[in-house]
C-alpha cells in the first residue's frame, strides 16, 4: 500500500510539471517562430480546436458501441426479502457478455447462505463459453464450464470433462432475463449443462422443467422477465424485478 501510494504522489509531481515545462517551450522558441513568420497565435489554434472536436467526437462513438444493461431483482421467500439478485449486460461490437450475482439467505432448521455467479459470453448470437460458480455457507458447491469447441461444446463440472454435440447454443437460462423465448421449445441450462424445455402455460408466462424434478414460471412484462417462482421440493421463492 505505502509502495503504490508513493508511487502515485511521485507521478503526480512529475504530472505537473509538465503544463509548466510546455509554457516555458512554446515562450521561448513557439512564439517566436510564429512572429518570424507572421504567424497569429488564433490562427493556429483553429485547426487545433478542430483536431480537438474531431478526436473528442471519434472518443464518444467509441463509447457508444458499448451498450450496457442493468437489471434487479429482490428475492423473497413467504413473503419476506432473503436476497438480492443482479444481472449486467454489456453489448460491445458483436461481443455480448452477461453477467448473474445473486445473494440469498434462508433459514430453516439452520441459517443457509447461497452466492451464485453465472458469466455468459455471446458473439453473432453463438456461445461461445459460460461459467457457473455457487457457494453454499462459504463452500464451493458447484464449478461449471461450457466452452464452445469447433462443432461441439467442451463442458467441464467440478474438473471432469464431457462434451455435447451442439454446433451452436443461441439461448442459455441466463438470457431468459433479457428477453421472452417467444417460440422456443428449448433452452440450455448451464447449471445442468443441457438443454430443458420451454412449455408456454399462459400470456407471455412460461415453465421450465428441470431434470432434477424441480421446475420455475418466468413470467415476462415488456419483453423482460419481471418475476421468476422457482419450485423447489424444500421450498418455494420469487425473484421479482425491482
Not at 474531431?54 to 457508444?64: D, N, Q, R, W
Not at 426479502?81 to 449486467?88: D, F
Not at 451452436?168 to 428449448?186: A, C, D, F, H, K
Request: glycine content about 4%; hydrophobic content about 35%; charged content about 20%.
Amino acid at each position: 500500500m505505502y509502495y503504490q501510494y508513493k508511487t502515485e504522489t511521485i507521478t503526480l509531481k512529475h504530472n505537473n510539471m509538465i503544463p509548466a515545462l510546455t509554457i516555458w517551450l512554446f515562450k521561448k522558441y513557439g512564439r517566436p517562430f510564429l512572429n518570424k513568420h507572421n504567424i497569429t497565435f488564433s490562427r493556429v489554434m483553429v485547426p487545433v480546436k478542430k483536431l480537438s472536436v474531431t478526436i473528442l467526437f471519434l472518443a464518444i462513438s467509441s463509447l457508444a458501441f458499448a451498450q450496457e444493461q442493468t437489471l434487479n431483482y429482490n428475492v423473497l421467500h413467504s413473503g419476506n426479502t432473503v436476497g438480492h439478485m443482479k444481472l449486467e449486460q454489456v453489448k460491445d461490437g458483436d461481443d455480448t457478455f452477461l453477467k448473474i450475482a445473486s445473494d440469498v439467505k434462508m433459514r430453516f432448521v439452520f441459517s443457509i447462505q447461497v452466492n451464485i455467479q453465472e458469466d455468459s459470453h455471446y458473439r453473432n448470437g453463438k456461445l461461445l463459453c459460460s461459467h457457473v460458480s455457487r457457494k453454499v455457507n462459504g463452500k464451493q458447491k458447484a464449478d461449471k464450464l461450457t466452452k464452445a469447441n469447433g462443432d461441439s461444446y467442451q463442458l467441464t463440472d467440478d474438473g471432469k470433462i464431457s462434451s455435447i454435440n451442439q454446433k451452436q447454443i443461441s439461448n442459455n437460462l441466463t438470457m431468459m432475463y433479457l428477453q421472452e423465448p417467444v417460440g422456443l421449445s428449448q433452452i440450455y441450462s448451464d447449471n445442468f449443462q443441457q438443454f430443458v424445455q420451454v412449455k408456454q402455460v399462459e400470456s407471455h408466462t412460461y415453465r421450465i422443467n428441470l431434470p432434477d424434478g424441480n421446475y420455475n414460471f418466468y413470467t415476462y412484462t415488456n419483453g423482460i422477465c419481471s418475476k421468476v417462482d422457482i419450485h423447489h421440493s424444500l421450498y418455494t421463492i420469487q425473484i421479482q424485478l425491482v
